[in-house]
């Protein structure tokens, strides 16, 4: 399985032209510069001259989590990123020739890895291919290499490479998949590149002739949605009015809630009964099926732990201590281990198909994935009493938990909580001022961390490890509590978690996938999975491009590899048994106002009009003053806004639009800073995606040309090219970049206009009426959750109103603040009702003391909303709980929840066997077409 060349020089060999190989490195290396195998000594992760240097110093008691975020410049090769979307162009059938000069092992249909090497010697063109463990098996024919390069200097396209034969004499024949931009317009200019230079595009045209026929099809859809709106119009549809699509009964007649006092029976009757969890419930299997994980051995509850645990964390424990000692599979057997079978004493790979001769060492470790309120942490503590000793002479005995600053008491308090005193283990929290006391962190039964402080320590120069910190230890294990916030592989926080030295590595999260799978990356390369995956290049290859082309084979090897290193149990399972109350989740269905009727059509024709002109637009007609993608969002946004109540639909960006009809870039004056805001914050509120990763926009920022990113992707193209990806605007440096003025997700409230309490909207008249409902249990608690705090503006004086004792909490208040508000909410008997904006829904918020919640508006994600209704429902619940889903009837607002079910279906096909529509990438192209479905 070496690298090095054959004995012979190179010099004294006859060579042709094809055969002049590359010499080879002295190591081989991954796109983050060290491959994760199971030696865990200290080896620096190689990057590019610019880092980010440890701190020695004081970090101080205010230090959040946010640095860990920051984006370490050259952690990735360029192939593993793209200035926008990728689709299929073609397949190149070539060969890799110069394979007598080195020693890569190469098997039939294994990934391999096609990387410039601009530095050779004898060819400045010259494409070398490495196997997935980074040894070189030769090279690309040196007429090839010549017309591919330009494309992979420039990059305009990404080549993946998969053996088609075995290593001959001379050569191996191989398949290069090329993937170019998707953009409209570049996407042509790149196809004539390609015709000049005689390269195949089979790829391409396929997606031409899919497309068209998805717009017959939608063409299709249109007509036939507006011959059922006629029908409906004349009076014909009363039966097909009563059930929209998903099947609920239409909940209210011409009177509905308008009319006066109602009793909660009476709302019941006239809402649907619905259980959003039930849509994607088997997509959370992650390969293991109900009774699979009903069967599962238990272990003994620890002797030091004073609380009895479940049966189900009993197993949990079982497990956790299992993966800790892996064990490969038998010879010739059918098992599979981390991916790795074995047969005639081979392993294989069955993601890569790399194939050695020798064990490939396994992780040790793995995801637990219970859902909120399970006790993971419970979990962790036991798994620390019962399996503390070091594996490994050179290892410690001590836990290393890292976890939000906010949770990170919890865990000491957990620890002394649930274990006897006198066997409790010795806990010791890493932060602040606390870091100087902290003396030799080995003699601590558990050290607790933040993410930030973990990011200040890494230094990716070092050379050996430090003399102190979290650097300085070998770890029996490292835990990652909210361990999805690894998730970007390119973040200081992600990158030094990867490089800590453990005997186990384990990551504790409810939503191992947050977006894409491209979250599980950073998990997998944690966990330091063997045998290609934890390279980014070949995850994609291997797994991300294959699931999104709907093959079959690979939603099967994505339940195989969630089946080997995840575990996840839901609290409505039957055997987990959290003796819960049972949970009711109603949508009640509202009828607009006629006033309010007016502005929503009024809305909605204008959205019409402007996706008409956006597409047109977009079709190269170029007309100027058009409508923009902005233009669309914030009129879609203005839909949404005024199911909720017309006082908080404003036009905040026409200035700004104007603005850059003659201005590319505007100047960052204050005003024109305001209205980029304005913009970035249409762009969360619309949950955008990032058009270079593809992913929601998890740390938003605004260019001056008005194009908003994720911070980590667009201060790598700045590093790169100083230019913006979207229309090439020169961006000298990142401190042009403009950020959010208010909390992620939540919404300015200075320009909404004030409510009036004698003149509420149709929805807080119906969010009264729940919560003055004759009938309800006493002793009711409620919790409000919106997206808009603007919005619960508006509810105030109608609560005050009433009479209703109520507290509050939202992004923009302080922590402080916030626990005030929680503690009065669940203490005092005349506060029965909880303001809570979404953004809030964050780890170690517990509202149990409600029995009620209510969704005042449908947020694109349903996890999030998922996340809200887990902090009410959740163990330690004793009474029945209420959830409603406050939707208008006939509005924006049921096709919400049509995306939030493709949502749960896309994760519902990541982990079940079933037979899927193709998917495409989340474009711009896929996103209009999204925003045109919400506006039929």
């Known amino acids: 399985m070496g690298w090095t060349p054959r004995k012979r020089p190179i010099d004294q060999v006859d060579l042709t032209a094809d055969d002049v190989p590359a010499p080879p490195s002295k190591s081989p290396r991954t796109s983050h510069g060290q491959r994760f195998g199971q ?101 690309i024919p040196r007429t090839m290499a010549a017309k591919l390069a330009k494309y992979m200097d420039d990059r305009s396209l990404t080549v993946e490479g998969i053996l088609t034969g075995v290593i001959g004499a001379y050569d191996c024949p191989i398949v290069l998949k090329l993937f170019g931009t998707s953009n409209i317009e570049a996407r042509q200019e790149l196809k004539s590149r390609m015709e000049f230079d005689k390269l195949p595009l089979g790829g391409f045209r396929q997606t031409e002739r899919d497309e068209r026929k998805l717009q017959k099809e939608r063409e299709k ?83 030091a732990l004073a609380t009895e645990l479940l049966p189900y964390q009993r197993q949990g424990l079982a497990w956790m201590i299992a993966q800790e000692n892996p064990l490969m599979p038998l010879n010739g057997g059918a098992e599979v281990v981390q991916l790795w079978k074995r047969k005639d004493n081979k392993y294989t790979n069955i993601a890569t198909n790399y194939s050695m001769s020798q064990a490939p060492p396994l992780a040790s470790g793995g995801i637990l994935a219970d859902d909120m309120g399970l006790g993971k942490t419970i979990q962790v503590i036991s798994l620390v009493l019962a399996n503390s000793q070091p594996k490994t002479p050179k290892s410690s005995k001590t836990t290393l938990i890292i976890a939000p600053v906010g949770v990170m008491s919890n865990w000491r308090n957990q620890a ?53 910190g979290l650097f300085s230890i070998h770890w029996r294990r490292v835990v990652l509590d909210e361990g999805h916030t690894i998730r970007n592989p390119q973040s200081k926080g992600a990158l030094a978690a990867c490089h800590l030295r453990a005997d186990s590595r384990w990551t504790l999260t409810g939503t191992p996938i947050v977006n894409t799978l491209k979250d599980l990356y950073s998990q997998i390369r944690f966990l330091r999975l ?65 006033h309010e009727q007016e502005k929503y059509d009024m809305f909605q024709s204008e959205a019409k009009g402007m996706l008409l002109d956006f597409k047109n637009k977009d079709d190269k007609t170029k007309e100027k003053g058009g409508a923009t993608y902005s233009h669309l969002l ?18 905040r960006i026409d200035k700004l639009a104007g603005l850059l009809e003659s201005n590319k870039v505007v100047p960052l004056t204050p005003e024109n800073v305001k209205a980029l805001q304005d913009m970035l914050q249409i762009r969360i509120e619309s949950q955008d995606t990032c058009p270079i990763c ?77 919560l003055t409902a004759q009938g309800q249990a006493p002793g ?122 493709n949502k749960r279906k896309l994760m519902l096909e990541a982990f079940r066997e079933t037979n899927t529509k193709k998917k495409k990438p989340d474009d711009r192209a896929t996103r209009v077409a999204d925003l045109e479905n919400l506006l039929m």
């Not at 994609?540 to 099967?556: E, F, K, Q």
């Open 39 to 139: 030696d865990t000594s200290f080896v620096p992760l190689s990057h590019s001259s610019q880092v980010y240097a440890g701190d020695d110093g004081d970090d101080g008691d205010d230090e959040d989590d946010a640095q860990a975020a920051d984006v370490i410049p050259g952690s990735q090769d360029a192939s593993d990123s793209a200035d926008g979307s990728t689709m299929h162009y073609g397949d190149l059938q070539t060969k890799i020739v110069g394979v007598r000069y080195y020693r890569g092992h190469a098997t039939l249909g294994e990934h391999v890895r096609v990387r410039r090497e601009a530095t050779n010697q004898y060819d400045s063109n010259a494409i070398r291919v490495d196997n997935v463990m980074g040894a070189q098996i030769g090279h």
């Open 221 to 303: 859809a249109r007509k036939e949605a507006a011959k059922l709106a006629r029908s409906l119009a004349k009076g014909k549809g009363a039966q097909l009015q009563a059930e929209n699509k998903f099947g609920y009964a239409n909940l209210f007649t011409g009177e509905g809630l308008h009319e006066g006092e109602e009793s909660l029976a009476e709302l019941i009757d006239q809402s649907s009964s619905f259980n959003p969890r039930d849509i994607g419930q088997v997509a959370e299997e992650f390969g293991l099926k109900e009774s699979d994980l009903e069967n599962m051995p238990m272990a003994e509850t620890p002797a």
């Open 416 to 468: 002394r909580d649930h274990t006897h005193s006198d066997k409790a283990p010795n806990v010791f929290i890493y932060h602040g001022p606390g870091k100087k006391a902290a003396g030799n962190l080995d003699q601590y039964d558990v050290v607790v961390t933040s993410y930030g402080a973990l990011a200040m320590e890494y230094n990716p120069t070092a050379k050996s490890p430090p003399k102190k």
């Open 530 to 594: 063997s045998g290609g995956l934890e390279d980014l290049a070949v995850f994609n290859s291997a797994l991300i491009r294959p699931l999104m082309s709907g093959d079959p084979d690979a939603r099967l090897l994505l339940q195989a590899l969630m089946g080997t290193i995840c575990l996840r149990r839901r609290k409505d399972m039957n055997f987990v048994n959290l003796r819960l109350p049972p949970l009711t989740s109603r949508i009640l269905r509202i009828k607009f106002h006629a």
């Open 634 to 651: 914030e009129v879609i946004l203005r839909l949404r806004q005024v199911c909720n109540h017309w006082a908080l639909c404003k036009n």
């Open 694 to 770: 593809l992913d929601n926009l998890d740390q938003p920022v605004i260019t001056a040309c008005a194009h908003a990113f994720d911070r980590e992707c667009i201060e790598q193209v700045i590093e790169r090219q100083h230019k913006c990806p979207m229309c090439r605007a020169h961006i000298e440096d990142t401190t042009t970049l403009v950020t959010p003025a208010v909390e992620m997700g939540e919404s300015s409230d200075s320009d909404t206009v004030a409510a009036d309490p004698d003149n509420p909207s149709s929805k807080i008249e119906a969010l009264i009426k729940i």
């Open 780 to 901: 009711t608690k409620t919790v409000v959750f919106s997206q808009w705090t603007s919005f619960l503006n508006l509810i105030e004086p109608h609560l005050q109103r009433h009479g209703i004792g109520y507290a509050r909490i939202d992004g923009k208040m302080s922590s402080t603040n916030r626990d005030n508000s929680t503690h009065r909410f669940s203490t005092d008997p005349s506060c029965s009702v909880l303001l809570a904006s979404l953004s809030v829904c964050s780890v170690g918020l517990n509202l149990v003391a409600a029995n009620q919640a209510i969704l005042a508006d449908s947020w694109w994600a349903p996890a999030i909303e998922d996340q809200a209704v887990d902090r009410v429902y959740r163990l330690g619940q004793k009474r029945e709980t209420t959830v409603w889903r406050l939707v208008m009837e006939d509005s924006i607002e049921d096709r919400v929840i049509a995306v939030q079910e």
